[in-house]
Structures are given as structure tokens and as C-alpha cells.
Antibody, heavy 120, light 109 residues
Framework: EVQLVESGGGLVKPGGSLTLSCAAS????????MSWVRQAPGKGLEWVGR??????????DYLAPVKGRFTISRDDSKNTVYLQMDSLKSEDTAVYYC???????????WGQGTLVTVSS | EIVLTQSPDTLSLSPGERATLSCRAS???????LAWFQQKPGQAPRLLIY???SRATGIPDRFSGSGSGTDFTLTINRLEPEDFAAYYC??????????FGGGTKVEIK
């Protein structure tokens, strides 16, 4: 059974930092391109960024408003993807989901989400 | 960046009716890599349709997707009580960002 379990959310002051983790199991993590998607309270879904597998170059793409503040990384030995968030702003308040993205045969998996609240 | 515009914002229908949701892209979606998700309150999104018209595993056949290029449609035939939810389209085949539409809420009339 595929599982994605996010952790690390919480309350942080504006300008602060937080690192989210997403522990994966039940599939070949080393082959997976992993993404982060967020959803502000009462709003729609917003893609945050993606890290490719190491065999596909390991390159990372970010949504423009988070580029330079957020860093996505992965540790294939731990089957875990990370989202380090610095210089946090109130508009970063959201539930953050990790996801595998959609494979060619139409499979995709999501974590349960973790809430990040940026407030003084 | 490809902007996806969904319409309508809200669709008020009764169980048993048909729902037609639209997703329009600001430029052609590469490879027709357009997906539809359903989301209920407090839950993660659930993939319904990928590659514009292919149903994901376990999705009932009352859900169907169509379209190509810049215009895509999700149709839900004979709405069931569990279908009342928010629906999002996403383009995922081109250059990042992998954008989502703003969503359509299907509510009970």
C-alpha cells in the first residue's frame, strides 16, 4: 500500500522558517518525481514545486512566488522528500500536501496534508 | 505559464442530473496532459481523469473527460450524493509551473 505521510507543520512567525517532511512507502521512491502542492484556507490548489528523480537529473522547479525562499530536497536513503521554507509570509499559510504527481498510467498519490500557519 | 480558467465557479444541481464543468487554458496544453481532481472538505484531492479523457483506477464510468488543446470538459452523468464536492483541473505535461484551475463547486440545489 502506498503511503505519503507529511509532518513538520505548525505555527510560525512572519520571517521565520519551517521544514516539512514527507515519508514515502509502498513504491519505488528513487524513481519518483515528487511535488508539493498547497491550499490556503478556503482557497484552491496551488502547485509549489517539484523535484525529479536522481536518474532524471534531480532538477527542481518552483512556483515563482516561493523561488529563493523555499527549497525542495530528497533523501532517497530515507524515502523522504523535504520542503524547507524560509522568510515565511502570511500568504504562505496553507495546508501543504506532498504528491507523486500523475504517472503515465494514471496513478497518483497524495499525503494527508500538514497545516502551516504564518502569523504573529 | 499556462493559466487555467474553470467555469462556472459554482454549479447547483439535484441528484440524478448531469454536471458539465469547463476548463479553458490560456495556451495549448502539451500532450493534452490535463487532469481532473475531486476534493471534499478536509480531504486530499482525488484523481478522476488524466490525459484529458482517461479515467483513473476505480473511478465510476459516470465521470468522463473530453477536449483537447485549450478547451476541456468534465461531465458527471446522473449525479450521486457523494459527487457534491469541489473539482479542479490541472495541466501537468508542459514546463512548470504545473498549474491548477480555480475550481468549480458542485452543490446540491
Amino acid at each position: 500500500e502506498v503511503q505519503l505521510v507529511e509532518s513538520g507543520g505548525g505555527l510560525v512567525k512572519p520571517g521565520g522558517s519551517l521544514t516539512l517532511s514527507c515519508a514515502a512507502s509502498g513504491f519505488t521512491f528513487t524513481d519518483a518525481w515528487m511535488s508539493w502542492v498547497r491550499q490556503a484556507p478556503g482557497k484552491g490548489l496551488e502547485w509549489v514545486g517539484r523535484i525529479r528523480s536522481k536518474t532524471d537529473g534531480g532538477t527542481i522547479d518552483y512556483l515563482a512566488p516561493v523561488k529563493g525562499r523555499f527549497t525542495i530536497s530528497r533523501d532517497d536513503s530515507k524515502n523522504t522528500v523535504y520542503l524547507q521554507m524560509d522568510s515565511l509570509k502570511s500568504e504562505d499559510t496553507a495546508v501543504y500536501y506532498c504528491t507523486t504527481g500523475i504517472s503515465r498510467d494514471g496513478r497518483d498519490y497524495w499525503g494527508q496534508g500538514t497545516l502551516v500557519t504564518v502569523s504573529s | 505559464e499556462i493559466v487555467l480558467t474553470q467555469s462556472p465557479d459554482t454549479l447547483s444541481l439535484s441528484p440524478g442530473e448531469r454536471a458539465t464543468l469547463s476548463c479553458r487554458a490560456s495556451q495549448s496544453v502539451s500532450g493534452n496532459y490535463l487532469a481532473w481532481f475531486q476534493q471534499k472538505p478536509g480531504q486530499a484531492p482525488r484523481l478522476l481523469i488524466y490525459a484529458a479523457s482517461s479515467r483513473a483506477t476505480g473511478i465510476p464510468d459516470r465521470f468522463s473527460g473530453s477536449g483537447s488543446g485549450t478547451d476541456f470538459t468534465l461531465t458527471i452523468n446522473r449525479l450521486e450524493p457523494e459527487d457534491f464536492a469541489a473539482y479542479y483541473c490541472q495541466q501537468y505535461g508542459g514546463s512548470p509551473p504545473l498549474t491548477f484551475g480555480g475550481g468549480t463547486k458542485v452543490e446540491i440545489k
